[in-house]
C-alpha cells in the first residue's frame, strides 16, 4: 500500500514533522478524535460545503466524487474529466506521492485553464491581511504569512503545487471560499436548508431534490483570489525547524520523502510539545501503547523515562507574559524542567518570600516552588476575604453555552451571530443559623431546529436574576462577552417591546467600553478566574486554570470538599437541590476525584473532555466544545427523538455541574477563611 502525503498529513506535518511519523500507527496513542463529521458539523462545514457548490454551477447536486478509496477516488475524477465535466466536487488529484481532494475543482479543457476552490467555514472581513510585517522573532521588519491564516494558505498552495504537477500544460488559478462577515442572509431558514443524516457509509448531506439556487437568496460566501500569496509562499523559504530555509517545494519533497519510507523527522521540542496529541493516558499504557510525545524527549535530550515524568516547562502558566512564549523562551535556553528554572529566568526581583494577592509573574515563580515541595497549594487568605466581604447575599452562578452557526438562522442576519441556547443558574442562601444552603434554581435550553433562542434566553436570566440584589459570579469572560453580544443585537430594533428593560439589565450586569472608557454595571458580574489568578494557586492544576482543571485540583486540597460530596446529598430532593439528579455522588476515587468524569459520554461514546478538546482550536471556544456539538447535532442531523431528549437531558447535567463547580469552589475558599 503506497504511503500517500495528503492535504490533512501535510497540515499535521506543519505542526510537527516528527508527527508524520507516530500518525495512524496502532502502537503510539492517538488523543486526537480522528472524525471529521463531528469537527465539520460543530463548525458549519457540512452546510458551508454545499451552499458554495450551488454558487459555483446550478448543476450542484451532481457533481461529487463519492468514493473513498483513493484509488477509486482518482479513476472516477479522470472519467469526469473525460467526460468534459467541468465541475467536480471533492475530485481526487494525484502527483506521484502526494493526494489531494479538491474541494471544487473546476476545469476548462478547450482553454486549458483550472480553477481551485477552497471551501473554508470561516470569517471573512474585505480589510484581512493575509501578508503582514513580522513584528518580532527572527523574520522582524520582514513581510511573513498572518498567522491567522496560514493553516488555510499553506493548504492551498501545497493543493495548487500537486495540481499543477498534474496538469503541467494548464493554467491554474486558486481561490478561497469563506463567509463573508458583511454580508446579510436574504432569506429565513438557510441554516436548516442543509440537513445530515447517516446512511451505511456514514454522514452525508441532503437537501430537498428541487431545490434552486435562488432560494438560497443573495450569496453570504465570498471568493478571494489568493495565486499572488501562493506565489509569496513558493518563494519564501518554509518556517521550519527541522527543514530551515527550505524552499516550498523542497519542504513538500522532503516531508513526503520521510513520509514514503515511514522515517522519523527529528522536529527540535518546543512549547507545542504541550499541544502533542501522541501521548498515553493510564488506560493506554495498560494497553502498552506508547507516547510519541515522551519518545521524542527521550531521544532528544538523552533522558530517561522517569526523568521526562518530572514537571516539563510546557506545563508552565504563560498568561499575563506579552508577546513571547515564556515555555518557548526556556526551552530555546535548554531549560526543559520545571526544577531547573531559576528566579532571573522568570523575573530578577523575584523573591521565594511570597505574600498576598499574587502578580502573574510571582504566579509562575510558585507553580515552580510547590512543583518541588509537599505542599499542595497557595492562597491568599487575607486578600480573598476581603474580596468576599464585599458580596452581597444570596449569591448567584451563572453559566452560559452558546455557539455560532455558520450559516443564519433569520432574513437580515450575518454569518456566525451568535446564539445562546442555554444557561445553568444555582443559587447560595445564607441561613438564619449562619450557614448557608444551596439551589440549582433554574436552567434554560432551547434547542429547537432553526429557531433563533436569544431573546428568550435573555428575558429569563433577566427574570430569574432581578428576584433580589445578590451578587452574580461568572467564570472567565465568556458570560460577559455574549451578554454585551446580545445587548448589540436588540439595540436597534425598536419591535421589541421590552427592548429598554433588557438593554437596562444587560448594562447592571456587564462592564463595557464606550469610546476607550470602561462602564461598569451596579451588579456587574464578579469573575471567578479572575480571584483564581489574584489569589489561589494549586499544583494539582499544573498551570492550568480552567474550571475543568480548577476544580479537581480544589477537590484535591479540600478534605472538606471530599468529605461533603463523597455522599449522595445532591439530587431533586436532597440536601443540596439539583433540578436533573435525583442522588449523585460527586466525588468519588474511581473517577479520579473528579466530577467531570462522572458523567456519561453526551453522544457517540465521546466523553465531555474529548468533545471540548476536539474543538478547542476554534475561535472564542474555552470549555464548551462539547454542548456546543452537541446542540449542532441537534439542529442539523436527523435522529430519533428518544436520542434528541437523551442529548437534551446530557446538555443539562454538564451545564448543571459547570455552575455547581464554581459553587464548590467558593466553598472551599469559604471553608478556609473560615477556619483562619
Known amino acids: 500500500m503506497e504511503r500517500f502525503l495528503t492535504k490533512s498529513r501535510f497540515k499535521l506535518g506543519l505542526e510537527c514533522e516528527t508527527k508524520l511519523y507516530y500518525t495512524r500507527k496502532k502502537e503510539y496513542a492517538d488523543q486526537s478524535i480522528d472524525n471529521p463529521f463531528l469537527i465539520e458539523l460543530a463548525k458549519g462545514g457540512y452546510q458551508v460545503g454545499e451552499l458554495a457548490k450551488f454558487y459555483i454551477t446550478s448543476d450542484a447536486q451532481k457533481i461529487t466524487v463519492e468514493e473513498m478509496d483513493y484509488y477509486l477516488a482518482l479513476n472516477e475524477t479522470q472519467k469526469r474529466i473525460n467526460k468534459g465535466d467541468r465541475?467536480?466536487?471533492?475530485?481526487?488529484?494525484?502527483?506521484?506521492?502526494?493526494?489531494?481532494?479538491?474541494?471544487?475543482?473546476?476545469?476548462?479543457?478547450?482553454?486549458?485553464?483550472?480553477?481551485?476552490?477552497?471551501?473554508?467555514?470561516?470569517?471573512?472581513?474585505?480589510?484581512?491581511?493575509?501578508?503582514?510585517?513580522?513584528?518580532?522573532?527572527?523574520?522582524?521588519?520582514?513581510l511573513v504569512i498572518n498567522n491567522d491564516w496560514l493553516p488555510y494558505l499553506m493548504d492551498v498552495a501545497f493543493q495548487k503545487y500537486v495540481v499543477i504537477k498534474a496538469f503541467p500544460d494548464f493554467k491554474v488559478k486558486a481561490y478561497l471560499m469563506m463567509l463573508n462577515s458583511n454580508a446579510v442572509a436574504t432569506v429565513d431558514g438557510l441554516n436548516q436548508i442543509f440537513r445530515v443524516k447517516k446512511d451505511t457509509y456514514g454522514y452525508k448531506v441532503y437537501y430537498k431534490k428541487n431545490l434552486r439556487r435562488e432560494e438560497l437568496g443573495d450569496e453570504i460566501l465570498i471568493k478571494v483570489p489568493i495565486d499572488d500569496i501562493v506565489e509569496f509562499i513558493w518563494n519564501s523559504p518554509v518556517q521550519s525547524a527541522a527543514f530551515p530555509n527550505y524552499s516550498f517545494e523542497n519542504y513538500i519533497n522532503a516531508l513526503s520523502e520521510y513520509y514514503a519510507k515511514d522515517k522519523k523527522i527529528y522536529t527540535p521540542l518546543s512549547k507545542e510539545c504541550k499541544n502533542c496529541q501522541?501521548?498515553?493516558?493510564?488506560?493506554?499504557?495498560?494497553?502498552?501503547?506508547?507516547?510519541?510525545?515522551?519518545?521524542?524527549w527521550v531521544e532528544k535530550l538523552k533522558i530517561s523515562e522517569n526523568r521526562f515524568n518530572d514537571p516539563r516547562v510546557t506545563e508552565l502558566w504563560g498568561g499575563k507574559y506579552g508577546n513571547v512564549s515564556i515555555a518557548q523562551k526556556l526551552m530555546d535556553n535548554n531549560v526543559y524542567f520545571l526544577d531547573q528554572v531559576k528566579r532571573e529566568h522568570i523575573h530578577k526581583d523575584l523573591t521565594d518570600n511570597l505574600t498576598g494577592e499574587l502578580s502573574s509573574n510571582q504566579r509562575r515563580w510558585l507553580q515552580i516552588i510547590l512543583s518541588q515541595s509537599n505542599e499542595k497549594f497557595y492562597l491568599d487568605?487575607?486578600?480573598?476575604?476581603?474580596?468576599?466581604?464585599?458580596?452581597?447575599?444570596?449569591?448567584?452562578?451563572?453559566?452560559?453555552?452558546?455557539?455560532?452557526?455558520?450559516?443564519?438562522?433569520?432574513?437580515?442576519?450575518?454569518?456566525?451571530?451568535?446564539?445562546?441556547?442555554?444557561?445553568?443558574?444555582?443559587?447560595?442562601?445564607?441561613?438564619?443559623?449562619?450557614?448557608?444552603?444551596?439551589?440549582?434554581?433554574?436552567?434554560?435550553?432551547?434547542?429547537?431546529?432553526?429557531?433563533?433562542?436569544?431573546?428568550?434566553?435573555?428575558?429569563?436570566?433577566?427574570?430569574?436574576?432581578?428576584?433580589?440584589?445578590?451578587?452574580?459570579?461568572?467564570?472567565?469572560?465568556?458570560?460577559?462577552?455574549?451578554?454585551?453580544?446580545?445587548?448589540?443585537?436588540?439595540?436597534?430594533?425598536?419591535?421589541?417591546?421590552?427592548?429598554e428593560e433588557l438593554i437596562d439589565f444587560i448594562n447592571s450586569i456587564t462592564c463595557?467600553?464606550?469610546?476607550?472608557?470602561?462602564?461598569?454595571?451596579?451588579?456587574?458580574?464578579?469573575?471567578?478566574?479572575?480571584?483564581?489568578?489574584?489569589f489561589y494557586y494549586s499544583r494539582h492544576a499544573k498551570g492550568s486554570n480552567s474550571l475543568k482543571q480548577i476544580l479537581p485540583a480544589a477537590i484535591n486540597d479540600s478534605s472538606f470538599l471530599k468529605e461533603k460530596y463523597c455522599k449522595p446529598i445532591y439530587g431533586k430532593n436532597m440536601p443540596v437541590k439539583s433540578l436533573n439528579f435525583d442522588s449523585h455522588i460527586w466525588i468519588d476515587e474511581n473517577y479520579d476525584n473528579d466530577p467531570y468524569k462522572t458523567l456519561p459520554p453526551v453522544f457517540d461514546n465521546f466523553?465531555?473532555?474529548?468533545?471540548?478538546?476536539?474543538?478547542?482550536?476554534?475561535?472564542?471556544?474555552?470549555?464548551?466544545?462539547?454542548?456546543?456539538?452537541?446542540y449542532a447535532k441537534l439542529q442539523f442531523v436527523d435522529i430519533p427523538e428518544d436520542q434528541r431528549e437523551a442529548i437534551k437531558n446530557a446538555l443539562l447535567k454538564y451545564c448543571e455541574l459547570d455552575t455547581l463547580a464554581m459553587v464548590m469552589l467558593w466553598e472551599f475558599w469559604n471553608n478556609e477563611i473560615n477556619n483562619l
Open 278 to 296: 501522541f501521548y498515553t493516558k493510564p488506560s493506554d499504557a495498560e494497553k502498552n501503547l506508547k507516547s510519541g510525545v515522551k519518545e521524542c
Open 87 to 142: 465541475y467536480i466536487a471533492e475530485a481526487a488529484i494525484r502527483f506521484e506521492n502526494l493526494f489531494i481532494r479538491v474541494d471544487i475543482f473546476e476545469i476548462d479543457l478547450s482553454k486549458k485553464e483550472i480553477c481551485i476552490y477552497e471551501v473554508k467555514s470561516v470569517s471573512y472581513k474585505s480589510d484581512e491581511q493575509f501578508i503582514k510585517e513580522s513584528k518580532k522573532g527572527n523574520n522582524k521588519g520582514n
Open 381 to 499: 487568605r487575607n486578600g480573598l476575604k476581603a474580596e468576599m466581604d464585599k458580596w452581597t447575599y444570596p449569591l448567584h452562578f451563572i453559566d452560559f453555552e452558546t455557539t455560532s452557526p455558520a450559516l443564519p438562522f433569520t432574513k437580515g442576519s450575518k454569518p456566525y451571530e451568535g446564539v445562546a441556547f442555554q444557561y445553568s443558574h444555582h443559587i447560595v442562601y445564607k441561613t438564619i443559623d449562619g450557614g448557608y444552603s444551596i439551589e440549582h434554581k433554574s436552567q434554560f435550553l432551547k434547542a429547537d431546529q432553526g429557531v433563533n433562542p436569544n431573546l428568550e434566553f435573555i428575558r429569563q436570566l433577566k427574570q430569574d436574576l432581578s428576584t433580589d440584589s445578590g451578587t452574580i459570579f461568572r467564570y472567565h469572560n465568556h458570560e460577559n462577552t455574549f451578554l454585551r453580544h446580545i445587548h448589540n443585537q436588540i439595540k436597534n430594533k425598536p419591535e421589541i417591546p421590552d427592548r
Open 512 to 534: 463595557f467600553k464606550i469610546d476607550n472608557e470602561l462602564f461598569t454595571g451596579n451588579r456587574n458580574m464578579v469573575d471567578m478566574y479572575d480571584l483564581v489568578l489574584r
Open 607 to 630: 466523553s465531555r473532555s474529548e468533545l471540548d478538546d476536539l474543538i478547542s482550536d476554534m475561535e472564542g471556544l474555552a470549555d464548551g466544545g462539547a454542548a456546543m456539538m452537541a
